[in-house]
Protein backbone atom coordinates (compact mmCIF):
# COMPACT_ATOMS: atom_id res chain seq x y z
CA UNK A 1 0.00 0.00 0.00
CA UNK A 2 1.26 3.25 -0.84
CA UNK A 3 2.60 5.38 1.99
CA UNK A 4 0.40 8.77 2.97
CA UNK A 5 2.59 11.69 1.51
CA UNK A 6 4.68 14.01 3.67
CA UNK A 7 5.10 16.83 0.84
CA UNK A 8 2.24 18.87 2.26
CA UNK A 9 3.35 18.92 6.08
CA UNK A 10 6.87 19.72 4.86
CA UNK A 11 5.44 22.19 2.79
CA UNK A 12 3.29 23.75 5.72
CA UNK A 13 6.16 23.69 8.08
CA UNK A 14 8.22 25.84 5.69
CA UNK A 15 6.03 28.69 5.33
CA UNK A 16 4.67 28.76 9.55
CA UNK A 17 8.10 28.89 10.82
CA UNK A 18 7.70 32.30 12.55
CA UNK A 19 7.57 31.71 16.53
CA UNK A 20 10.78 32.05 18.37
CA UNK A 21 10.58 27.77 18.58
CA UNK A 22 9.84 27.68 15.24
CA UNK A 23 12.74 29.32 14.01
CA UNK A 24 14.72 27.53 16.63
CA UNK A 25 13.56 24.78 13.97
CA UNK A 26 14.43 26.27 10.83
CA UNK A 27 18.05 27.13 11.91
CA UNK A 28 18.31 23.37 13.15
CA UNK A 29 17.00 22.46 9.09
CA UNK A 30 19.22 24.98 7.69
CA UNK A 31 22.83 22.88 9.88
CA UNK A 32 21.75 19.50 8.70
CA UNK A 33 23.63 17.66 6.78
CA UNK A 34 21.46 16.07 4.15
CA UNK A 35 24.33 13.83 2.20
CA UNK A 36 26.21 10.91 3.64
CA UNK A 37 28.37 7.81 2.39
CA UNK A 38 26.48 4.83 1.59
CA UNK A 39 27.76 1.74 3.34
CA UNK A 40 29.28 0.14 0.60
CA UNK A 41 30.92 3.62 -0.78
CA UNK A 42 28.76 3.12 -4.22
CA UNK A 43 26.63 6.41 -3.86
CA UNK A 44 26.16 9.81 -1.88
CA UNK A 45 22.85 9.75 0.09
CA UNK A 46 20.25 12.47 -0.14
CA UNK A 47 18.30 12.53 2.57
CA UNK A 48 16.52 15.64 4.24
CA UNK A 49 15.76 19.18 2.96
CA UNK A 50 18.09 21.38 0.67
CA UNK A 51 19.39 24.27 2.59
CA UNK A 52 22.01 26.77 2.00
CA UNK A 53 25.23 24.27 3.60
CA UNK A 54 24.23 21.61 1.04
CA UNK A 55 26.72 23.26 -1.47
CA UNK A 56 29.67 23.59 0.32
CA UNK A 57 28.86 20.08 2.17
CA UNK A 58 28.63 18.23 -1.42
CA UNK A 59 31.42 19.86 -2.83
CA UNK A 60 33.38 18.30 0.33
CA UNK A 61 32.48 14.85 -0.03
CA UNK A 62 33.18 15.15 -4.00
CA UNK A 63 36.76 16.13 -2.61
CA UNK A 64 36.88 13.10 -0.33
CA UNK A 65 35.12 10.61 -2.08
CA UNK A 66 36.05 11.27 -6.18
CA UNK A 67 35.34 7.88 -7.39
CA UNK A 68 31.87 8.14 -6.42
CA UNK A 69 29.43 9.11 -9.07
CA UNK A 70 26.26 8.40 -8.15
CA UNK A 71 23.00 10.12 -5.48
CA UNK A 72 20.61 7.70 -3.86
CA UNK A 73 17.61 10.03 -2.89
CA UNK A 74 15.71 8.41 0.07
CA UNK A 75 13.20 11.23 0.28
CA UNK A 76 14.14 15.30 -0.24
CA UNK A 77 10.90 16.62 -0.19
CA UNK A 78 12.12 20.81 -1.26
CA UNK A 79 14.97 23.26 -0.66
CA UNK A 80 14.78 26.03 1.68
CA UNK A 81 17.53 27.98 -0.80
CA UNK A 82 16.13 28.12 -4.23
CA UNK A 83 19.29 29.72 -5.67
CA UNK A 84 22.03 27.15 -4.14
CA UNK A 85 19.34 23.95 -5.20
CA UNK A 86 19.88 25.44 -9.10
CA UNK A 87 23.77 25.45 -8.16
CA UNK A 88 23.75 22.71 -7.33
CA UNK A 89 21.95 20.49 -9.63
CA UNK A 90 24.35 22.23 -12.13
CA UNK A 91 27.60 21.04 -10.65
CA UNK A 92 25.79 17.63 -10.44
CA UNK A 93 25.40 17.64 -14.34
CA UNK A 94 28.88 18.82 -14.95
CA UNK A 95 30.35 15.97 -12.93
CA UNK A 96 28.32 13.83 -14.89
CA UNK A 97 26.27 12.16 -11.61
CA UNK A 98 23.46 9.46 -12.11
CA UNK A 99 20.62 9.51 -9.75
CA UNK A 100 18.49 7.19 -8.12
CA UNK A 101 15.22 6.95 -6.08
CA UNK A 102 15.25 4.34 -3.89
CA UNK A 103 11.95 1.96 -3.35
CA UNK A 104 9.64 3.94 -1.51
CA UNK A 105 11.47 6.40 -2.12
CA UNK A 106 10.58 10.12 -1.90
CA UNK A 107 11.52 13.60 -3.72
CA UNK A 108 9.31 17.05 -4.18
CA UNK A 109 9.70 20.43 -5.07
CA UNK A 110 13.22 21.65 -4.99
CA UNK A 111 14.26 17.37 -4.61
CA UNK A 112 12.86 16.58 -7.87
CA UNK A 113 14.71 19.59 -9.86
CA UNK A 114 18.10 17.80 -7.92
CA UNK A 115 17.05 14.32 -9.01
CA UNK A 116 16.98 16.01 -12.65
CA UNK A 117 20.43 16.66 -12.53
CA UNK A 118 21.84 13.72 -12.78
CA UNK A 119 23.31 12.21 -16.31
CA UNK A 120 21.09 8.46 -16.22
CA UNK A 121 18.25 8.71 -13.73
CA UNK A 122 16.37 5.82 -12.32
CA UNK A 123 13.78 4.92 -10.41
CA UNK A 124 12.69 2.30 -7.73
CA UNK A 125 9.26 0.84 -7.30
CA UNK A 126 6.37 3.05 -5.50
CA UNK A 127 8.25 6.14 -5.44
CA UNK A 128 6.63 9.81 -4.94
CA UNK A 129 7.87 12.68 -7.52
CA UNK A 130 6.35 15.77 -6.30
CA UNK A 131 6.14 19.21 -7.87
CA UNK A 132 4.07 22.18 -7.72
CA UNK A 133 4.27 26.34 -8.35
CA UNK A 134 6.85 28.34 -6.73
CA UNK A 135 6.03 31.34 -4.78
CA UNK A 136 8.03 34.96 -3.47
CA UNK A 137 6.99 38.05 -2.19
CA UNK A 138 3.42 37.73 -1.92
CA UNK A 139 3.17 36.47 -5.56
CA UNK A 140 3.73 32.90 -7.66
CA UNK A 141 5.24 31.76 -10.45
CA UNK A 142 1.23 31.65 -12.66
CA UNK A 143 1.35 35.45 -11.72
CA UNK A 144 3.75 36.32 -14.80
CA UNK A 145 2.45 35.30 -18.38
CA UNK A 146 4.52 32.65 -20.34
CA UNK A 147 7.73 34.32 -21.03
CA UNK A 148 8.32 36.56 -18.09
CA UNK A 149 12.02 36.90 -17.21
CA UNK A 150 10.83 35.52 -13.81
CA UNK A 151 10.24 31.66 -15.70
CA UNK A 152 13.64 32.42 -16.95
CA UNK A 153 15.95 30.62 -14.44
CA UNK A 154 13.87 27.47 -13.95
CA UNK A 155 14.08 27.05 -17.76
CA UNK A 156 17.64 27.73 -18.07
CA UNK A 157 18.59 25.44 -15.17
CA UNK A 158 16.58 22.38 -16.98
CA UNK A 159 18.73 23.40 -20.16
CA UNK A 160 21.90 23.56 -18.27
CA UNK A 161 20.96 19.99 -17.03
CA UNK A 162 20.66 18.50 -20.13
CA UNK A 163 16.95 19.15 -21.28
CA UNK A 164 16.38 21.14 -25.02
CA UNK A 165 14.43 24.27 -24.45
CA UNK A 166 11.54 22.87 -25.57
CA UNK A 167 11.39 19.57 -23.16
CA UNK A 168 12.46 22.33 -20.37
CA UNK A 169 9.69 25.18 -20.98
CA UNK A 170 7.22 22.37 -21.29
CA UNK A 171 8.40 20.76 -17.77
CA UNK A 172 8.57 24.28 -16.23
CA UNK A 173 4.94 24.99 -17.56
CA UNK A 174 3.59 21.73 -16.43
CA UNK A 175 5.34 21.69 -12.80
CA UNK A 176 3.88 25.77 -11.89
CA UNK A 177 0.43 24.13 -13.43
CA UNK A 178 0.19 21.15 -11.70
CA UNK A 179 -0.54 22.08 -8.22
CA UNK A 180 -0.17 25.71 -5.79
CA UNK A 181 2.43 26.53 -4.37
CA UNK A 182 0.83 25.24 -0.55
CA UNK A 183 0.00 22.38 -2.60
CA UNK A 184 1.84 19.04 -4.61
CA UNK A 185 1.05 17.10 -7.47
CA UNK A 186 2.66 13.72 -7.17
CA UNK A 187 3.52 12.77 -10.94
CA UNK A 188 1.50 10.22 -12.56
CA UNK A 189 3.56 6.98 -13.88
CA UNK A 190 2.15 9.11 -17.70
CA UNK A 191 3.69 12.16 -17.00
CA UNK A 192 7.03 10.63 -15.30
CA UNK A 193 7.52 9.18 -19.14
CA UNK A 194 5.93 11.97 -20.92
CA UNK A 195 8.53 14.40 -18.91
CA UNK A 196 11.44 11.85 -19.24
CA UNK A 197 11.79 11.94 -15.65
CA UNK A 198 13.37 8.49 -15.86
CA UNK A 199 16.41 7.73 -18.21
CA UNK A 200 16.50 4.23 -18.29
Known amino acids: MKRK ?4 MVIILLLS ?3 SCEWLSMRKLERANIFCISEDKSAIIVDGIINSNALEDFKRLMEEQPDIKKLRFIQCDGSIDDSINLVLGTLIHKNRFNTE ?27 EIGVHSWAGDEEVATDFEKGHKYHEPYIRYYQEIGMTRDDAEAFY ?8 ADGIHIMTPEEI ?8
Request: no cysteine; glycine share 10%; hydrophobic share 40%.
Open 5 to 8: SSFL
Open 17 to 19: LTT
Open 101 to 127: IVANGSVASGGTDLFLSGIYRTIGSNV
Open 173 to 180: YFTIYAAP
Open 193 to 200: EQYKIQTE
